[in-house]
Antibody
Framework: QVQLVQSGAEVKKPGASVKVSCKASGYTFTSDYMQWVRQAPGQGLEWMGTMNPRGGFTNYAQNFQGRFTMTSDTSTSTAYMELTSLRSEDTAVYYC???????????????WGQGTLVTVSS | DIQMTQSPSTLSASVGDRVTITCRASQSISAWLAWYQQEPGKAPKLLIYKASSLQSGVPSTFSGSGSGTEFTLTISNLQPDDFATYYCQQYNTYPWTFGQGTKVEIK
C-alpha cells in the first residue's frame, strides 16, 4: 500500500535551516509528483510547492521564494524539503503529499505523510 | 493568484443532518478542485477530486459538484466521524491554493 513516512519533529533556532524527509513506498516514486503543505498552529493549510521527483519541474509559492527548496533522491524514493532563515512564523506542521499524475498532468493528492512539526524558538 | 473562499467558516449541525459547504474561486478553475477532510492532529484526507469524483473508500454520503468558479461539498446524513474541518484546493493554476477551511461542529 502507498505510504509516505516523514522524519521526526525538529526544534530550531531563528536563522537556522531545517530539512524534512518524506520516504515513499508502495508505488513508483517517479510516476507521480509531490507537494509540500504546511499548517501553522490553529491555522489552515498553506501550499508551499510542487515538484516532479524525476526532476525537471518545481513550482514554489512566492511566499517562500529563495528560502524553500524541494529535492528528491530517486534511489531511495525520498523527497526532501529544506527551509532556511527560519523565523518564529515558520513554526508549523509540514506535510508531504503524493500528487497523482494523469496523462502527464499533476492533479489531486491522494496520500499524505503523517506530518512533521517544526518548532522555531530561541 | 487564484483566491479560494469557503463559506461558512464554521457550521453547527447534528448527526443525521445534510450540510453543504461552498468554495468560490476568484477565476475559473474548470473542474480542477479537490476537497479534503482534516481531523484534529491528523493529516488531510482526500474526499473528492475533479470537483465531483468520489475518492475510493470514501462513503457515498459525500458528494461534490460545480465547475468554473463555484463548487459545493455536500455531506448527507452527517455521522459522528464527519465532525472535522474541510478544505478545498484548486490545482488548475500555479500557485495552487487552499480555501481557509470550514469547521463542522456538533450543534
Amino acid at each position: 500500500q502507498v505510504q509516505l513516512v516523514q522524519s521526526g519533529a525538529e526544534v530550531k533556532k531563528p536563522g537556522a535551516s531545517v530539512k524534512v524527509s518524506c520516504k515513499a513506498s508502495g508505488y513508483t516514486f517517479t510516476s507521480d509528483y509531490m507537494q509540500w503543505v504546511r499548517q501553522a498552529p490553529g491555522q489552515g493549510l498553506e501550499w508551499m510547492g510542487t515538484m516532479n521527483p524525476r526532476g525537471g519541474f518545481t513550482n514554489y509559492a512566492q511566499n517562500f521564494q529563495g528560502r524553500f527548496t524541494m529535492t528528491s533522491d530517486t534511489s531511495t524514493s525520498t523527497a526532501y524539503m529544506e527551509l532556511t532563515s527560519l523565523r518564529s512564523e515558520d513554526t508549523a506542521v509540514y506535510y508531504c503529499a503524493r500528487v497523482y499524475v494523469i496523462r502527464g498532468v499533476p492533479h489531486h493528492s491522494d496520500y499524505w505523510g503523517q506530518g512533521t512539526l517544526v518548532t522555531v524558538s530561541s | 493568484d487564484i483566491q479560494m473562499t469557503q463559506s461558512p467558516s464554521t457550521l453547527s449541525a447534528s448527526v443525521g443532518d445534510r450540510v453543504t459547504i461552498t468554495c468560490r474561486a476568484s477565476q475559473s478553475i474548470s473542474a480542477w478542485l479537490a476537497w479534503y477532510q482534516q481531523e484534529p492532529g491528523k493529516a488531510p484526507k482526500l474526499l473528492i477530486y475533479k470537483a465531483s469524483s468520489l475518492q475510493s473508500g470514501v462513503p457515498s454520503t459525500f458528494s461534490g459538484s460545480g465547475s468554473g468558479t463555484e463548487f459545493t461539498l455536500t455531506i448527507s446524513n452527517l455521522q459522528p466521524d464527519d465532525f472535522a474541518t474541510y478544505y478545498c484546493q484548486q490545482y488548475n493554476t500555479y500557485p495552487w491554493t487552499f480555501g481557509q477551511g470550514t469547521k463542522v461542529e456538533i450543534k
